[in-house]
Nanobody, 122 residues
Framework: QVQLVESGGGLVQPGGSLRLSCAASGSAFSIYALGWYRQAPGKQRELVAGITSGGSTRYADSVKGRFTISRDNGRYTVYLQMNLLKPEDTAVYYC????????????????WGQGTQVTVSS
């Protein structure tokens, strides 16, 4: 398993930016797809962004043009740059690792951390 620890959340005003980080440990990190999910109270988890081992990306429609996912295999880290934040982005954000993008959120590869809280409020 790949152990995952999220960080970088906090309180930000609407229109502001945050950069989330997910530090991973475990073997074969570079071969996995990586992604970010978020969960707000009373709602199901939503896949925000994913990136393949080759660098191809996917984004939820709600964040396209505002969020950017990236990975640094040398640092065993995946990032989520969040710009133009909205109150609707408020949630706990989690990362995951999988053999393919389609398996994110359901993968036995990743062992999720506690997530990091993002609160967008004026």
């Amino acid at each position: 398993q790949v152990q995952l620890v999220e960080s970088g959340g906090g309180l930000v005003q609407p229109g502001g930016s945050l950069r989330l980080s997910c530090a991973a440990s475990g073997s074969a990190f570079s071969i996995y797809a990586l992604g970010w999910y978020r969960q707000a109270p009373g709602k199901q988890r939503e896949l925000v962004a994913g990136i393949t081992s080759g660098g191809s990306t996917r984004y939820a429609d709600s964040v396209k043009g505002r969020f950017t996912i990236s990975r640094d295999n040398g640092r065993y880290t995946v990032y989520l740059q969040m710009n133009l934040l909205k109150p609707e982005d408020t949630a706990v954000y989690y990362c995951d690792a999988a053999r393919a993008l389609s398996e994110l959120g359901f993968s036995p590869v990743g062992s999720w951390g506690q997530g990091t809280q993002v609160t967008v409020s004026s």
